[in-house]
């Protein structure tokens, strides 16, 4: 076998093949960031946000209206990862194997696939942390009975004001396995189709495209207990509450109710002793009254997600080479067709030895928190 990439692109595209079979649900269901290829590691993207406007009555005049000056927000999010993995062979490696090699061959580049998917898979996965609220109940398996998990967890995005047409939810297998022993969704008659009952393929559900993923993250509460909000008061869209009595830990990611308000909210920036919390946007949905408020802090869970498409930003390139390029002997792309993702694959020749390196860049950005919710299991 020759040591040129080109001879190897059928091998490469097997090992593909298997890679992109595995549990990937974050990777398709998130949007791709347009614009990354030119992108340098850690330098910032930035993207604009129009501001949120207000009306006013039209009062007749013999002038037109005054200028509606405006500050245009924005927000940021960077190429933070560029990862590779390699292997290489030797001439007496490759004789000894005879007719196994290739099929090695193979199995090595789905490997290495593998892990770059996996660690993009649980970067999405890990931004639980950026969402709004959460529905369910810790440590309790969401879909045991019924199909009203997902209704609730699109009405808190609906009420924030997401958009409903690109919805999606990542669960993990236990919410999968639980879906697809629902009676009305094995029956055929009922559910319109027997693909769930047959192939095991989760339908969507509520409008929200359902999806699995093996990195579905799970989140370990912190210590805090006994905390309470001041005395002064907080409206409805507070995002910052000061704690006053209480200890122990309120962590990012953590699951925390107010008496009197059944809304689960997800903390942003948490304290480890009486302190300001932040909530993820659009804050408080209860106003908090103008005196100490019992604050709770929910159990260790696990985080399916639901989303619009678009509140979470995948930016991904290949590894850039300089101009000229290095010492590669070779380099091509192979496109995941399910994934989308781009692996650039090096082909290293050294004395007597032959490297393979397969890499990716890439960046996540929970970018629009209130159009995101946690499905609690």
Avoid: C
Avoid at 61 to 67: F, L, N, R, Y
Avoid at 74 to 83: L, P
Avoid at 145 to 161: C, E, F
């Amino acid at each position: 076998m020759a040591n040129t990439l080109t001879n190897l692109i059928p091998t490469i595209q097997a090992g593909l093949d298997k890679v992109a079979r595995e549990l990937t649900g974050f990777i398709p269901a998130v949007s791709f960031f347009p614009g990354a290829e030119g992108v340098a590691k850690d330098q910032t993207i930035r993207w604009p946000i129009a501001p949120v406007q207000t009306a006013a009555d039209i009062t007749p005049a013999a002038t037109g209206p005054a200028i509606g000056d405006q500050t245009v927000g924005s927000d940021t999010m960077t190429i933070s990862k560029v990862r590779s993995t390699k292997f290489s062979w030797n001439g007496d490696e490759q004789v000894s194997l005879q007719d196994q090699y290739g099929r090695i061959l193979a199995d090595q580049f789905a490997q290495a696939m593998r892990t770059l998917v996996n660690e993009v898979e649980t970067d999405l996965a890990a931004l639980y942390v950026g969402a709004s609220r959460a529905y369910g109940t810790a440590g309790t398996t969401p879909f045991a009975s019924t199909l009203g998990d997902p209704a609730q967890v699109r009405k808190i995005l609906a009420d924030n004001g997401a958009p409903t047409s690109d919805m999606q939810m990542v669960i993990n297998t236990s919410a999968g396995a639980a879906l697809r022993t629902l009676a009305q969704l094995t029956k055929a008659n009922e559910a319109g189709g027997d693909e769930l009952l047959r192939r095991g393929v989760l339908l969507d559900i509520h409008g929200f495209a359902i999806r699995e993923s093996a990195q579905v993250q799970s989140h370990t509460k912190g210590t805090g207990a006994s905390y309470t909000s001041n005395t002064a008061g907080y409206a409805v869209g507070a995002t910052s509450i000061t704690l006053i009595t209480g200890t122990g830990t309120v962590l990012a990611g953590d699951v925390v109710t107010f008496a009197g308000d059944t809304n689960k909210y997800i903390i942003k920036t948490g304290v480890a002793a009486a302190g300001t919390i932040v909530l993820a946007a659009p804050g408080l949905k209860v106003a908090l009254a103008a005196s100490a408020v019992a604050m709770t802090i929910g159990g260790t869970s696990t985080e399916n997600m639901a989303f619009d498409r678009s509140a979470i930003q995948l930016a991904t390139r290949t590894p850039l080479m300089p101009e000229g390029g290095d010492s590669a002997a070779d380099v091509t792309t192979v496109t995941d067709p399910q994934s989308g993702l781009s692996f650039q694959i090096a082909l290293y020749k050294q004395y007597r030895t032959v490297t393979y390196e397969v890499g990716l860049a890439w960046g996540v950005k929970a970018s629009q928190p209130a159009n995101i919710a946690i499905l609690l299991g």
